[in-house]
T-cell receptor, first 108, second 113 residues
């Protein structure tokens, strides 16, 4: 079975804090995706990674293929970052296998 | 581009009724995906199409669910007859390439009473 595990499940932070969300998977992948789902329900793709690191604004995503692990970091967190962050992996096909998500709340 | 368009955004129906959800993918995208999201199970892939052809429908819960893609710009997901346990948010997504970034529609929130 393709397992994708995320931690923590829930996270509360003070505005300005550095945040890390982790994702582990069980077998080799072709790509790993980080998605963001806002309280209104819309889902946005943040990153697609197959190796190394990517940065977009205050968001940084890293992946370690050997350890089958990825992290999503948010620097200088802001209340508008409050959302559910979902890790998904894809293999040789096109299907995504999703983690259960991390619910982030950033308090002013 | 308008992004992935789904309709309706909300649907409330009674058990036993037929429900049809609609999706218009981003123009030029060859892949279209239907997902279901519930509190209990999170996001699950139901079916996906490549160039209008269903590739994998192993996630479709049972025969009450069917999906079609008659052309590159339109897909439907039909539930007949609907049951309360079908209540969920149904997302459509499209992508340009194999394993590439998927662009999600706003979802259809289905409530079956």
């Amino acid at each position: 079975k393709n397992e994708v595990e995320q931690s923590p499940q829930n996270l509360t932070a003070q505005e300005g804090e550095f945040i890390t969300i982790n994702c582990s998977y069980s077998v080799g992948i072709s790509a790993l995706h980080w998605l963001q789902q806002h309280p209104g329900g819309g889902i946005v793709s943040l990153f697609m990674l197959s190796s190394g690191k990517k940065k977009h604004g205050r968001l940084i995503a890293t992946i370690n293929i050997q350890e089958k692990h990825s992290s999503l970091h948010i620097t200088a967190s802001h209340p508008r970052d409050s959302a559910v962050y979902i890790c998904a992996v894809s293999y040789t096909g096109n299907q995504f296998y999703f983690g259960t998500g991390t619910s982030l709340t950033v308090i002013p | 581009d308008a992004g992935v368009i789904q309709s309706p955004r909300h649907e409330v129906t009674e058990m036993g009724q037929e429900v049809t959800l609609r999706c218009k993918p981003i123009s030029g995208h060859d892949y279209l995906f239907w997902y279901r999201q519930t509190m209990m199970r999170g996001l699950e892939l139901l079916i996906y199409f490549n160039n209008n052809v269903p590739i994998d429908d192993s996630g479709m819960p049972e025969d009450r669910f069917s999906a079609k893609m008659p052309n590159a710009s339109f897909s439907t997901l039909k539930i007949q007859p609907s049951e309360p346990r079908d209540s969920a948010v149904y997302f459509c997504a499209s992508s340009l390439s194999t394993g590439g970034t998927q662009y999600f529609g706003p979802g259809t929130r289905l409530t079956v009473l």
